[in-house]
């Protein structure tokens, strides 16, 4: 007898528990309400009293969210500091949650995404369309946080970076640089950028221009001398 009873009587505990379970919101909904004194407003004046109440917890709430957000911030750059890219770009993607037009994020989003596809040693056992894919998460995310912000030189760079040495798409990269060249003093890593771009499409002069301002402007010896090689290996090519 005892063994038959036993299958209904835990039946029974479940349907009990389920059942409080079911009314466990409700009643800490209710207890929350008589906590802050607002329960089913109905008049103007009820429901400014409701809302004044409640304000606090949604500053409160959005406070706590923005925080989060913050910590998945941070949380990407340890992982990239760890050189666990795919991590990193998880984290990230999660803090877009919370900051859905910050360039900085997308920026880092584009970092990482063109460290995964260009590392072939790290990831040997990647396709080659996987490997497209982070070369287009990337660029994607590059050109979102130039969008969000047109003076972000440094993710204008980066995208020039992968297009004239990845993707083989120098007239992408002189779009995107030359305003860049033409409003910086001293736009020396951009020029270098478009003398490589300039020389890939045949534009030659171009290129020589780019530099030879290098050349005039720059107070780095190295640099200079970089682009002194560099104009000559283009003007063998002009002739």
């Not at 528990?17 to 207890?31: E, H, P, Q, T």
């Not at 409701?50 to 706590?64: H, P, S, V, W």
């Not at 877009?96 to 460290?115: D, K, M, R, S, T």
């Not at 478009?194 to 720059?218: H, P, W």
């Amino acid at each position: 007898m005892k063994s038959k009873k036993i299958p209904y009587i835990g039946l029974l505990c479940s349907v009990l528990f389920l059942c409080v379970a079911c009314k466990d919101n409700a009643f800490i909904r209710r207890m929350q309400d008589m906590e802050m004194g607002v329960k089913n407003p109905s008049s103007i004046e009820e429901l400014q009293s409701a809302i004044q109440k409640y304000q606090g917890k949604i500053n409160d709430i959005l406070t706590m969210e923005q925080r989060v957000g913050i910590w998945y911030k941070i949380l990407g750059r340890r992982y990239m500091d760890k050189k666990m890219y795919k991590k990193a770009i998880e984290s990230f993607r999660s803090a877009l949650e919370y900051f859905p037009e910050n360039q900085h994020v997308f920026y880092q989003i584009g970092v990482c995404a063109a460290i995964i596809a260009k590392s072939t040693l790290d990831y040997p056992n990647m396709s080659l369309g996987e490997r497209q894919s982070y070369f287009d998460l990337s660029v994607s995310a590059y050109k979102r946080a130039v969008e969000l912000d047109p003076t972000y030189t440094r993710a204008v760079y980066a995208l020039s970076v992968l297009y004239v040495f990845e993707l083989n798409r120098p007239e992408d990269a002189i779009t995107i640089m030359e305003p860049v060249a033409a409003r910086e003093k001293k736009p020396l890593d951009s020029l270098f950028i478009l003398g490589r771009a300039y020389y890939m499409t045949g534009q030659y002069e171009k290129a020589i221009a780019a530099y030879d301002r290098i050349i005039k402007t720059s107070g780095s010896a190295e640099q200079r001398a970089d682009a002194e090689r560099n104009k000559a290996f283009v003007e063998n090519a002009r002739r």
